[in-house]
């Protein structure tokens, strides 16, 4: 009797699951898939350094499903058609280095006292959508308190707030005084302020880098951020001195790698450039300071270089107006130029370079004002742009999705009006932003 009720109740749920896969599917095939068509007068598409012509990039929901020759593709009468005939189009643009939470016109160190986490979080949700708007479709969020870049990350993906796909570091490795500490206030007023950061970000030693990277993977980051060298805006440090060691930094890369994350390192000074490559980072973020052999060791590691040099106009123009201490300025004056001569020696070189301007120290949605430099310094504008597309996304680990027009990839797609080859700086003024087959902006024509 037992037996058989058993077996008439498992019957049952059987058929209830059964049922309830065949509805899912019913309902899977009731949605029809939302196709647009893209009419592309002109395509960058970011797997060579060419355009082709007249090209119709087909759109399902939010992937990109065929790239063909304007002849080849037969659009049915009636379908959904954005005409970007007299354009040109490019994926959309990929910013390694930025920090959402942060705004330019809020420079004085004091702000960190003044203010509580909930300015950052407003600060993220306009920046958010500043960059998207701009053109950059994802972004590399290198350094904010925690868990500021995880939780904008999950609330753009939700659909909750716009903007880019953020690949969300923590915040920033840093030995006790360096880049990433607070340096300039009272003991009990850097503990009460950030109780958190002994446990994610201030290190010393390799163990304590150990369990602060993993308890920033326990808490959803992308990517891990080292603070290898001082730097320009902290207080009382030289961008030129090392502060974490090579054992430090490789430690971290162990760990990192291991949990399937790339590690990024902040590094001005040539040592700790030369150090943190050898430890294994992914990528060297302004590389201000690097010398013939640390080009040398980037060449063949690949490691990549990602040098902010728009920044140095906006610090020397305007930061002393937002509250950047004299200081700090001073050492601005000292890097600024030297970091672009070095950057064009290592692109000469042929060093793996991929676009990041840590937009925030400048006002976000700037962040295409470096292609200037970029040109100027060395790289040819499609290198630029790849720098931008194809190999940033390389970086960030998402080539696979992003980074190229081609089919299977997000319908991140962008327009512009003249030929970005002919004038990078057109890339300042982007009037068409797709995410994902959504737009977001359209204003071609207009
Ligand atoms: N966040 C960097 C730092 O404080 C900004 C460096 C800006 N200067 C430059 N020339 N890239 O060190």
Redesign the pocket.
């Known amino acids: 009797m037992m037996r058989t009720r058993k077996a008439a109740a498992a019957l049952f749920v059987f058929f209830l699951v059964f049922a309830a896969t065949l509805s899912a599917e019913a309902a899977k095939e009731k949605k029809k898939p939302h196709v647009v068509y893209i009419k592309a007068g002109h395509l960058f598409d970011a797997t060579s350094d060419n355009l082709r012509d007249n090209v119709v990039i087909t759109v399902e929901d939010e992937r990109i499903k065929g790239v063909d020759a304007a002849d080849a593709v037969k659009i049915p009468a009636g379908a959904e058609v954005i005409d970007l005939s007299k354009a040109w189009v490019l994926p959309g643009l990929i910013d390694c280095h930025v920090h959402l939470e942060a705004r330019a016109d809020k420079l004085d160190p004091i702000e960190d006292v003044r203010s509580t986490p909930f300015k950052g979080g407003f600060a993220g949700v306009v920046n958010a959508r500043t960059t998207l708007l701009a053109g950059f479709t994802s972004v590399r969020d290198v350094g904010s308190s925690p868990f500021f870049a995880v939780d904008l990350r999950d609330a753009i993906n939700e659909g909750f707030i716009p903007g880019p796909r953020v690949v969300a570091s923590g915040p920033p490795l840093s030995i006790t005084g360096g880049?990433g500490d607070m340096n300039s206030f009272a003991p009990a007023v850097s503990n009460y302020l950030y109780p958190e950061e002994k446990d994610f970000a201030i290190v010393d030693g390799p163990e304590a880098v150990r369990h602060a990277v993993r308890a920033q993977i326990k808490y959803r980051v992308d990517v891990i951020k080292l603070m290898a060298t001082g730097?320009?805006?902290?207080q009382g440090d030289q961008?030129g001195a090392e502060q974490l060691t090579y054992d430090e930094m490789k430690m971290a890369v162990d760990e990192a790698h291991r949990a399937g994350r790339k590690v990024a390192a902040?590094a001005?000074g040539t040592q700790g450039i030369k150090d943190a490559v050898r430890a294994g980072v992914d990528s060297i973020e302004?590389g201000?300071l690097i010398d013939d052999e640390g080009i040398q060791m980037m060449k063949e590691r690949g490691t990549y270089l990602v040098a902010?040099?728009y920044?140095?106009d906006y610090?020397l123009g305007n930061a002393a107006k937002f509250g950047l201490p004299e200081a700090n300025i001073e050492k601005?004056r000292k890097?600024?130029r030297l970091?672009r001569e070095n950057f064009q020696k290592a692109v000469k070189a042929g060093v793996k370079v991929a676009f990041g301007t840590?937009a925030g120290?400048y006002p976000h949605g700037d962040n295409a004002k470096q292609f200037h430099y970029m040109v100027k310094f060395g790289l040819t504008p499609a290198g630029a742009i790849r720098a931008a597309t194809s190999s940033a996304a390389d970086l960030i680990g998402r080539k696979d999705t992003v980074g190229t027009i081609e089919a299977g990839k997000y319908a991140d797609i962008i327009a512009v009006t003249e030929n970005p080859l002919d004038r990078i700086e057109v890339l300042e003024h982007v009037p068409f932003v797709m995410k994902g087959g959504v737009v977001y902006k359209d204003e071609v024509g207009k």
């Open positions: 880049h730097g320009v805006m902290s961008p902040h001005h302004h201000s902010d040099i920044n140095d610090i601005e890097l600024g970091q840590d120290v």
